[in-house]
């Protein structure tokens, strides 16, 4: 059973038209992340929640935010997408960030951007 | 700068045959690594997490090696199958914190 899913698998947004990506899990873990991983490149970390508190990454956009309204969702803003923002977004989750605490990452969003 | 080199880029193999992916690091303090697999257009899976003390575990047909001195790691696949063709991505972490660096991943391919 999928632990952490993501929703939708696949969207298709216009530039600049605002766009929401969702992630849920079962885990109860409390760390959630935002990665962007482009074409045969590392996945980028964007920020991560632990619990509420929200920590961003200093190169992350400000076109991208997020919102976790409880331990199980998480949410990925993009206000304006551009044409570069084209990507597979993943969400992962850990219990907490020590050394035992692997990351479970959903399949991933592919976004793109017509 | 933190930075994880995996070689090489891209691997085909013969289903069957064993083959052995690489991991080099300059991650510093380094606190553990972890390999992970990557089907196409789905998440990262985790295959192994070592610490500074492991030099050697096993999941199933993939054995991860890691020599904190060199700081080198390699992930090894006995008798490879076809559903093993994917990305394998090294992670190393500096800290126990969140921050992870990761790998650009060796894209493997078996072939029947």
């Known amino acids: 059973d999928a632990m952490v899913i993501q929703n939708p698998r696949y969207q298709v947004t216009q530039f600049g038209k605002p766009v929401t990506l969702s992630c849920s899990q079962t885990l109860n873990h409390n760390v959630m992340y935002w990665y962007q991983q482009k074409s045969s490149q590392a996945p980028k970390l964007l920020f991560h929640y632990y619990d509420k508190d929200f920590n961003n990454e200093a190169d992350t956009p400000d076109n991208f935010q997020s919102r976790r309204p409880n331990t199980s969702f998480c949410f990925l803003d993009i206000r304006s997408p551009g044409l570069g923002d084209a990507a597979m977004y993943l969400c992962?989750?850990?219990?907490?960030?020590?050394?035992?605490?692997?990351?479970?990452f959903g399949n991933g969003t592919r976004l793109t951007v017509t | 700068k933190n930075q994880v080199e995996q070689s090489p880029q891209s691997l085909i193999i013969l289903e069957g045959k064993n083959c052995t992916l690489q991991?080099?690091?300059?991650?510093?303090?380094?606190?553990?690594l972890r390999w992970y697999k990557q089907d196409t257009g789905r998440g990262p899976v985790s295959l192994t997490i070592m610490t500074f003390s492991e030099n050697t575990k096993s999941n199933g047909r993939y054995t991860a090696t890691l020599d904190a001195d060199t700081k080198q790691s390699s992930l090894h696949i006995t008798a490879s199958q076809l559903s093993d063709s994917a990305s394998y991505i090294c992670v190393v972490s500096a800290n126990s914190g969140y921050a992870l660096n990761f790998g650009k991943g060796t894209s493997l391919l078996v072939t029947p």
């Open positions: 992962a989750t850990s219990r907490g960030t020590g050394v035992l605490s692997p990351l479970h």
């Open positions: 991991c080099n690091y300059t991650v510093s303090p380094f606190s553990n």
